[in-house]
Every structure is written in C-alpha cells, then in structure tokens.
C-alpha cells in the first residue's frame, strides 16, 4: 500500500518521516533537494561537496524529525539553513578556503555574485529581483558576501572597507527591507 | 539617544547581530551569545526565523538535485536500523499460554467479530519514534479522514455513551480518537487489540488511563478493533471484555 504524499503538508510528511515512511522523506526530497543543492553548490563551487552536504541534509532529517518544529517556520527554511550552515562550516575550514579562494579568484572575473542572475528564469525571481533592487548597495553587498559567499560580517566589513558593525546594521537593516518588499509584492515568505 | 549600556546595552547588541546570526555569518563565539539570547527571548527566535525565510528566497535557484544522489540518501538510511519503539504488551501463541483454557473464554469481543480467536505471536508495536513531534499530529489525522481510501470505525461500547473513532490509512498508519473515553482510575491503562487476517487477535498499544489521540501502526487486513481496560502496565494477550469498546471494518 503506498501512501501518496504529494499533496501532505510539511507538518504530516516529517511526522511521516518520524515514522519511518521513507516515501515521506522522498517527497520532502523531490521538494526541497533541487534548492538545497542549488544553494551547497553555490557557497562550495564543488559539485561532490555539495552533493555530500545534501547527503547529510536529508540523512540528518531522517534522523532527527523532531528538530523541525512547523510553528517555526517552513520545512524549506529548515532544510536549507542546515544546508547553509553544514556548507559554511566546510567553507571555514582552511583546506575548502583555500580551495574555494581559488576558484573563486575564477569566478569573480566571470562576473561574480548575481542574485538576480541566478533566479531570473523563476517564477518569484521578479520579484526577488525587485526586492534585492530596493535594498541599498551596501546592504546588497553585506548580504550576498554573508550569505552566498560563507563570509562572517566581520570578514565582510574588511572586504569592503567598511567598519564592522556597520557592515552588521547592514545586513539585518537589509533583511528586513526584503521581507517587507516581498511580503508588498503577495509573496508569502515563511510562517509569521 | 538612551542608555546602552549594560543589560539593554548587551540586548541592542545581540539585536544587531540577528541578521548575520541568520545567515552563519557570525563568529563561534558569537553565535553561542546569540543562541543563548535566542532561548530566552522569542522576539528575537522569531525575528532569526524571518530572516531564515527570506533567506530562503534568495537561495531558490531551481536547480534540480543530481539524480543519482537520492539512491545515495537511500542506501544510507536503508543501512540503518530503526530504534526499538516503546516497548508494548505483546501476544503470546495461544497454544504456549500458561491460562489458555482461561483466554479462550475472557475474549468474547474478539470472539464475535472473527471466528477463532486464535492468539498469534505477533509482534506489533507503536512505530512513532519515542522523540517524535507532537504537533503536527492532528494534521496527519486530517490527512487520513480525508482520503477515501483510509479505514474507519466508531469503537462503541456496551451501557456507554462514549465512543471512540479509529482510522487507519493506506499505509497502516492507525489514529485513535479516544479524547472522549472516560478517564480511568489510577493503576488501569487502556489498551488496543486488532483481529486480524485469520482471527488471530493482537496488541496494538497501550493508552494509558487518559488517552486522546493515539497512534499505532498495522500490517495487512483487519478485521475488528478493540479497546480493554486492563490493570496497568497491560496484558500479554486477551484482554479484560468487561466494558470493552469495539469497533468493526
């Protein structure tokens, strides 16, 4: 008897999940993998690492359910800031660093960070775009260096050039500017 | 421009820190300050979530998975054992009981519903994990109701007006709407028996003395369910028929 789970909510697939279902998880998988992916391989520039953080991701969700909590947020949210978190912890490590300096060092002369570029065949990249476009470019910058290039503030105030708790104001100054551009254009960001 | 100095000083600065904690762009000192601010002030837990959700947005490039990476995901937990459930009263083979002669007549309830009711060592437990949320159980219930293909019956006793409803999805996956189930005095538990394919009659969990919504999993067909009153912590097989609720699909 195979259960559909198209259809379930996060809240029903995780209880799933806390029950062995395995078909849950691969919902929540065919969900929510592409993004976690999207995001790991984006922060690592490493197609095996970021697989090997989608890996752990989802193992981990298989493992501990009970970590996610659905008054707290999206099941989304969850995923991908686990995603975030296990792939600035390689980051961090002075062997990715280097790695990832280097190629990076490539990459920037192909143009660099581009959140808008990134999204701009989805359907809420319009909006995405708009939002990030209202932000000033010094928040722009905080928040794109902190989030898609594994920087703490501080490293990012020295790559700017700009004093640290500044850069701090920024980004949470930022933050909050987008939501509320997004939340104006109906886009539903989260749980409230 | 006020005080920052001390407490509210420390608090203006954790506040400042929420949108570079959201995005592990804080150091590991840092982020145990913030963690620690976070697990005694929920206006700051929900702003970090907010900015989580925002976050989200940005990240959503579309990309799809690598195809082979959910056979990886699968192998691996495939390659783990499940935790033992909670521990349940299991069934003992009719023929090995020690009171067989006295089972055979306390079960009258099993007896109406299926012909024999020929006890089975069966070992059918509670499959939620111990650690398993709460929460989200109503949802799932929901989620069962509503398919037209899950199983439901009203467990009714005799000289009662309390019932109970049972439903079981395509999975397995049993609900026990008992919220309505009188409570029982201190040192009796409730406890649920299915009939299954054959007759053979089997434990299914037990309740405890003030049951609301109770989970339980099954495999293959049954036939009939039932709710005893047994002194706690439960019997090994054929339950207590005084004041038994059941129900039949």
């Known amino acids: 008897m195979k259960r559909e789970y198209t259809e379930a909510s996060d809240a029903t697939l995780v209880v799933s999940i806390g029950r062995y279902q395995q078909a849950a998880l691969a919902e929540a998988y065919r969900r929510h993998a592409g993004a976690s992916f999207g995001l790991a391989k984006r922060l690592l520039n490493d197609h095996a690492r970021a697989e090997e953080v989608v890996q752990e ?13 659905p008054d707290r947020g999206t099941l989304r949210s969850f995923l991908l800031a686990h995603t975030h978190g296990r792939s600035v912890d390689m980051i961090r490590s002075d062997v990715s660093r280097r790695t990832r300096e280097e190629r990076e060092a490539r990459e920037q002369a192909d143009g660099g960070y581009d959140v808008a570029h990134e999204v701009w065949d989805l359907a809420l990249a319009g909006h995405v775009r708009e939002a990030m476009e209202t932000l000033q470019q010094g928040e722009r910058d905080a928040i794109e260096l902190a989030y898609f290039g594994g920087l703490t503030y501080k490293e990012v105030a020295e790559r700017l050039g700009e004093p640290e708790g500044t850069v701090k104001s920024r980004i949470r100054s930022g933050l909050k500017r987008l939501r509320g551009e997004l939340v104006h254009a109906g886009v539903t960001v989260g749980a409230d | 421009m006020g005080d920052q100095t001390g407490a509210s000083g ?3 600065e954790l506040d400042e820190l ?10 590991i000192d840092e982020r145990h300050r913030v963690d620690d601010y976070l697990a005694v002030n929920p206006r700051a837990s929900a702003e970090v979530q907010a900015h989580r959700e ?43 009981h020690p ?25 059918v437990g509670l499959a939620d994990r111990a650690d398993a949320p709460n929460e989200p159980l109503a949802n799932a219930v929901e989620v069962a109701q509503a398919d037209r293909d899950s199983l439901t019956t009203t467990l009714v006793a005799e000289g009662s007006d309390a019932s109970a409803e049972a439903i079981i999805d395509q999975d397995g996956h049993g609900y026990v709407l008992a919220r309505d189930l009188p409570t029982l005095p201190e040192g009796q538990t409730y406890q649920l028996w299915g009939v299954v394919e054959g007759g053979d009659v089997i434990s299914l969990g037990i309740f405890g003395p003030n049951p609301e ?23 090994i097989s054929n339950g207590n028929p005084d004041g038994a609720f059941v129900g039949t699909f």
């Open chain 2, 99 to 123: 009171r067989r002669r006295a089972i055979s007549r306390i079960a009258p309830w099993a007896v109406s519903v299926a012909a024999a009711a020929v006890v089975a060592f069966v070992a």
């Open chain 1, 57 to 69: 991701v989802f193992v981990r969700l298989w493992n501990e359910p009970n970590r996610y909590d």
């Open chain 2, 213 to 235: 919504i109770e989970t339980f999993t099954m495999e293959g067909q049954v036939d009939a369910l039932a709710i005893t009153i047994e002194q706690h912590p439960g019997v």
């Open chain 2, 54 to 96: 925002v976050a989200t947005m940005l990240a959503f490039t579309g990309m799809d998975a690598p195809d082979d990476l959910w056979g990886r995901i699968s192998d691996e937990i495939g390659e783990q054992a499940p935790p033992p459930g909670p521990e349940l009263a299991k069934v003992m083979s009719f023929d090995d």
């Open chain 2, 18 to 27: 929420l949108g570079a904690y959201a995005l592990d762009a804080v150091d």
């Open chain 2, 10 to 12: 420390d608090a203006y």
